[in-house]
T-cell receptor, first 113, second 113 residues
Framework: AQSVAQPEDQVNVAEGNPLTVKCTYS??????LFWYVQYPNRGLQFLLK??????LVKGSYGFEAEFNKSQTSFHLKKPSALVSDSALYFC???????????FGTGTSLTVIP | KAGVTQTPRYLIKTRGQQVTLSCSPI?????VSWYQQTPGQGLQFLFE???????NKGNFPGRFSGRQFSNSRSEMNVSTLELGDSALYLC????????????FGSGTQLSVL
């Protein structure tokens, strides 16, 4: 069965510090991995995706994520957090053999000034 | 290009009523999927339509149904509303390929009283 786990409901980080939002997945076949961000009263916005190739993926707003096949993880990172990064972050996976996306429960990121 | 449009933005209904939500995908996108978002549950997949056919279905009761029209617009219907159906309902579209990202609408906030 396909699934995504985001083990932290809430992550707090000081402005200027590096941030990490964790994601692990389970999928049959090769994974297509995605990160989305949701601001209050808005839909989800795409940040980045991993399909194949380089394990380090760079995306919008200075975010990046590292695909680790052995640990089945796809953690989201940013070297220096901004207050404006405060939002809800969702990890999602889709198998290369299927059409359905599976989302994690989301991690609320708060960047403290 | 216009984004994904969902109407209405807000909806208040009472238990036992039925409701219809509408989604217009990005022009040229043939896949439309629906998600229910509630606090603590993340995004729960409802169903996906591709070229007017339901391609995938999540684990929701039969009270939840949908359809897609020839112009790719989609509607979602919930009959015999329950208090627990209160949620943000998100629609997303893609061209249809499995490695493509989802484009989300802003959602319809449904409140059942």
């Amino acid at each position: 069965a396909q699934s995504v786990a985001q083990p932290e409901d809430q992550v707090n980080v000081a402005e200027g510090n590096p941030l990490t939002v964790k994601c692990t997945y389970s999928v049959s076949g090769n994974p297509y991995l995605f990160w989305y961000v949701q601001y209050p009263n808005r839909g989800l916005q795409f940040l980045l995706k991993y399909i194949t190739g380089d394990n380090l993926v760079k995306g919008s707003y200075g975010f990046e994520a590292e695909f680790n096949k052995s640990q089945t993880s796809f953690h989201l990172k940013k070297p220096s957090a901004l207050v404006s990064d405060s939002a809800l972050y969702f990890c999602a996976v889709r198998a290369d053999t299927g059409n359905q996306f599976y989302f994690g429960t989301g991690t609320s990121l708060t960047v403290i000034p | 290009k216009a984004g994904v449009t969902q109407t209405p933005r807000y909806l208040i209904k009472t238990r036992g009523q039925q409701v219809t939500l509408s989604c217009s995908p990005i022009s040229g996108h043939r896949s439309v999927s629906w998600y229910q978002q509630t606090p603590g549950q993340g995004l729960q997949f409802l169903f996906e339509y591709f070229s007017e056919t339901q391609r995938n279905k999540g684990n929701f009761p039969g009270r939840f149904s949908g359809r897609q029209f020839s112009n790719s617009r989609s509607e979602m219907n919930v009959s015999t509303l329950e208090l627990g159906d209160s949620a943000l309902y998100l629609c997303a579209s893609t061209p249809g390929d499995s490695n493509e990202k989802l484009f989300f609408g802003s959602g319809t906030q449904l409140s059942v009283l």
